[in-house]
T-cell receptor, first 112, second 115 residues
Framework: KQEVTQIPAALSVPEGENLVLNCSFT??????LQWFRQDPGKGLTSLLL?????REQTSGRLNASLDKSSGRSTLYIAASQPGDSATYLC???????????FGTGTRLQVTL | EAGVAQSPRYKIIEKRQSVAFWCNPI?????LYWYQQILGQGPKLLIQ????????DSQLPKDRFSAERLKGVDSTLKIQPAKLEDSAVYLC?????????????FGQGTRLTVV
């Protein structure tokens, strides 16, 4: 059974700082790993998808890495802005049945 | 391309009442998920469909929750009777069959408040 853990649970940083969010998973036989953003009271917005054959994926100020052997993924946010304040969730896709398992999320606050 | 549609966006009901949520996935997506997200927690899978068949409903409280996906397209999730602890956001998602390219797309969710 896949278990996904995210550390830290909450993070507060001043504007302009670079930061790293961590995601760990127990079953390395994943098809891919997705990072999502969730604003309060809203649904999930997909940020990045890293395929099992990839090591990293980039979109603007976001860079996500994947290390299947160690069961870890990181989301790097460069030059953080107040608009980046949200909860960030990672989810691993495993099995022939497309099981999508989520972590508990990291709540990010970027202060002025 | 239209996204995953959910309705209603918000619902307030009294405990012991019934409620139903509706989801229309992206056209052609065979896999449909219903998740429950309690405030401050990550989404928890309630039920997963592949076309109109149930793949996983191991965490669905079957004494009060039910779900169906008729004709392998739209889906409804029902709670009867509701309890206070059912207050949560209910998320629907859809995707293509599993591969490393498979991306899950989510609707805006339905926020349920049970009073």
């Amino acid at each position: 059974k896949q278990e996904v853990t995210q550390i830290p649970a909450a993070l507060s940083v001043p504007e302009g700082e670079n930061l790293v969010l961590n995601c760990s998973f127990t079953d390395s036989a994943i098809y891919n790993l997705q990072w999502f953003r969730q604003d309060p009271g809203k649904g999930l917005t997909s940020l990045l998808l890293i395929q099992s054959s990839q090591r990293e994926q980039t979109s603007g100020r976001l860079n996500a890495s994947l290390d299947k052997s160690s069961g870890r993924s990181t989301l790097y946010i460069a030059a953080s802005q107040p608009g980046d304040s949200a909860t960030y969730l990672c989810a691993g896709l495993t099995g022939t049945a497309s099981k999508l398992t989520f972590g508990t999320g990291t709540r990010l606050q970027v202060t002025l | 391309e239209a996204g995953v549609a959910q309705s209603p966006r918000y619902k307030i009901i009294e405990k012991r009442q019934s409620v139903a949520f509706w989801c229309n996935p992206i056209s052609g997506h065979a896999t449909l998920y219903w998740y429950q997200q309690i405030l401050g927690q990550g989404p928890k899978l309630l039920i997963q469909f592949q076309n109109n068949g149930v793949v996983d409903d191991s965490q669905l409280p079957k004494d009060r929750f039910s779900a169906e996906r008729l004709k392998g397209v739209d889906s409804t999730l029902k709670i009867q009777p509701a309890k206070l602890e059912d207050s949560a956001v209910y998320l629907c998602a859809s995707s293509l069959p599993p591969s490393q390219f498979t991306e899950a797309f989510f609707g805006q969710g339905t926020r349920l408040t049970v009073v």
